[in-house]
């Protein structure tokens, strides 16, 4: 049989991390029995090799997304994420229940994480999805800071006095690039979309102990290094909310993010960004209707898809009333041949 026949939408098994700041959200929201352990994250779709996802639907059921990859990496990953990432998915998304604070932590850019591990950077975002009331989050310094007292902070325990401290309600949407100094805060449960990279320097961890009783390592020295003290005005995301829109939330090198609501039928045809999509079911299930193989999925709520990149024009159809879906992909449309069709129109027009 030809592999490419087989393109459909993906789905996942379950694929839960429990951790010392977990919380019991994570299956009740995927529809699975609850339980007494800490859940903290759901890897959604995820080609890391420590925790590859597993699909659970179709022609490829029980295989793993890295070999299913491998199979036909143009037709699923689009032809220029192939060419620049050599067959690899490059963004890895999860949800994440945070019960208590997360460590105090930073991540390496790609120079870095390369130099020091052999493996990509991470940049990430985080979209709010629940907040309990007074729920908050630390992203980026909130005045400028040398490395020595950096070192001082840590040593007595007062590094968060210096961080710059978010109040957060569902809808918040922050980016954290590569060298910004972060944690998620407990009370909140929300979707994280990041470069596919499992390397994470932990600052500080406010002593307590790990899930086996023993302090969890720090990584004090290489978090200096990878650390940006540059201080932002503003570390939110502010964008509009609009009804029955794709309306884009982040834009950078590493992933495009765009939420939508929508009470009705919508189109996405999202080919021209020759990049797979990754659509994270936020609220109210929905059936993915792909219009040039008429295949369908039930994607529920907690749930995510891999859209191969041949076959990302499709429809959302919400199943209970109205849906609320994030799609992440890689935007590689050619901006030049963009604004040289926009001004052809609109000289057409004069």
Avoid at 70 to 86: D, F, M, R, S, W
Avoid at 89 to 108: E, G, M, N, R, T
Wanted: with cysteine; net charge negative; hydrophobic share 40%.
């Amino acid at each position: 049989m030809n592999e490419q026949t087989l393109l459909y939408p993906l789905l996942f098994e379950p694929n839960l991390h429990t951790v010392v700041w977990g919380g019991g959200q994570l299956r009740p929201y995927k529809g699975m029995e609850p339980s007494d352990e800490p859940i903290g994250e759901s890897w959604e779709v995820s080609a890391v090799p420590t925790s590859t996802s597993i699909i659970s639907n179709g022609a490829w059921q029980g295989r793993d997304l890295v070999s299913v990859i491998h199979g036909q990496p143009e037709a699923i990953l689009g032809k220029k994420v192939n060419e620049k990432y050599h067959g690899q998915l490059p963004l890895l998304v999860k949800f994440i229940d945070a019960q208590k604070d997360l460590s105090i932590q930073v991540h390496p850019n790609d120079e870095m994480a390369m130099r020091e591990h052999g493996k990509m950077g991470k940049s990430e975002m985080w979209y709010v999805i629940k907040a309990d009331e007074g729920a908050h989050l630390y992203a980026g310094f909130k005045r400028e800071i040398q490395v020595g007292e950096y070192y001082r902070r840590i040593a007595d325990g007062t590094i968060t006095e210096v961080l710059a401290d978010h109040q957060v309600k569902a809808g918040d949407v922050f980016y954290l690039p590569a060298g910004r100094v972060h944690a998620i805060c407990g009370g909140i449960l929300l979707a994280e979309v990041q470069q596919s990279s499992d390397v994470t320097y932990r600052i500080f961890d406010y002593n307590r102990p790990g899930l086996d009783g023993k302090p969890r390592e720090l990584h004090t020295a290489l978090a200096a290094q990878a650390l940006d003290f540059h201080v932002e005005k503003n570390y939110r995301t502010d964008y509009p909310e609009l009804a029955n829109r794709a309306t884009q939330i982040i834009d950078t090198p590493y992933f495009d993010v765009r939420v939508m609501e929508v009470s009705k039928p919508f189109h996405r045809d999202l080919r021209k960004y020759d990049s797979f999509i990754i659509t994270m079911c936020i609220e109210g299930d929905c059936v993915i209707h792909v219009r040039s193989t008429g295949d369908e999925i039930l994607l529920k709520e907690g749930y995510s898809t891999l859209i191969p990149a041949a076959i990302a024009d499709f429809d959302v159809i919400p199943q209970r009333g109205r849906t609320r879906i994030l799609d992440a992909f890689i935007d590689n449309m050619d901006r030049s041949l963009t604004t040289m069709v926009t001004r052809f129109l609109h000289l057409s027009e004069i």
